[in-house]
């Protein structure tokens, strides 16, 4: 496809559940971020990963998050039991990544994770 | 500590008219900022980027500002239109990485 997917569009789980979400960025772009964006609120920043350095996770609220990025292109959010609070619409974006400082940023649809 | 700052109060405006949206920045020297469109149930949509060395930037309607001084961006809808009714997200390129930090937008309502 020509954009970032992502998968489930929509998660229903149970308090203390893991769930597994799924971000397929745009061929070709070496950069992946994840961001969390709550009713009303901004984006709020998770982790990001550029080619094969190691990932900035500086972003990530605790240890029950964590994400990995397979052969350089589908990466996976997985949150481990989980909380009510971590209930919001987590977003992928994926960017061609370059020695100058130009990236925009090409977001997916989101997730909508509501945690019962 | 570095913050973004967006009027978090809906900008209502006629059609026709000019809007201007406001993002203000403290702690930060960004070598760029981004300006981004995000409608209800969707992802952002980028729209303009303005570096650290320009002070204006245009795109058919759009029209970003940049005052490192100020430390400040003002971004422009000339002749506003209902379908320009959605969230404005300015971020900025945070540290020597291509991360990028959010601030939490302002949702601006063109009335016809």
């Not at chain 2, 209902?82 to 404005?88: E, G, L």
């Not at chain 2, 945070?94 to 939490?104: E, H, M, Y």
Request: glycine letters at 8%; a positive charge.
């Amino acid at each position: 496809g020509a954009g970032v997917s992502q998968s489930p569009s929509n998660k229903v789980t149970e308090k203390g559940k893991d769930v597994e979400l799924r971000c397929d960025p745009i061929s070709g772009h070496t950069a992946l971020y994840w961001y969390r964006q709550s009713l009303g609120q901004g984006l709020e920043f998770l982790i990001y990963f550029q080619g094969n350095s190691a990932p900035d996770k500086s972003g990530l609220p605790s240890d029950r998050f964590s994400a990995e990025r397979t052969g350089g292109s589908v990466s996976t959010l997985t949150i481990q039991r989980t909380q009510q609070e971590d209930s919001a619409v987590y977003l992928c974006a994926s960017s061609l990544a370059s020695g100058g400082s130009y990236n925009e940023q090409f977001f997916g649809p989101g997730t909508r994770l509501t945690v019962l | 500590s570095q913050k973004i700052e967006q009027n978090s109060e809906a900008l209502n405006i006629q059609e026709g008219k000019t809007a201007t949206l406001t993002c203000n920045y403290t702690n930060y020297s960004p070598a760029y900022l981004q300006w981004y469109r995000q409608d209800p149930g969707r992802g952002p949509v980028f729209l303009l980027l303005i570096r650290e060395n320009e002070k204006e930037k245009r795109k058919e309607r759009l029209k970003v500002t940049f005052d490192t001084t100020l430390k400040q961006s003002l971004f422009h809808i000339t002749a506003s239109q209902p379908a320009d009714s959605a969230t404005y997200l300015c971020a900025l390129r945070s540290g020597a990485t291509n991360k990028l930090i959010f601030g939490t937008g302002t949702l601006l309502a063109v009335q016809p």
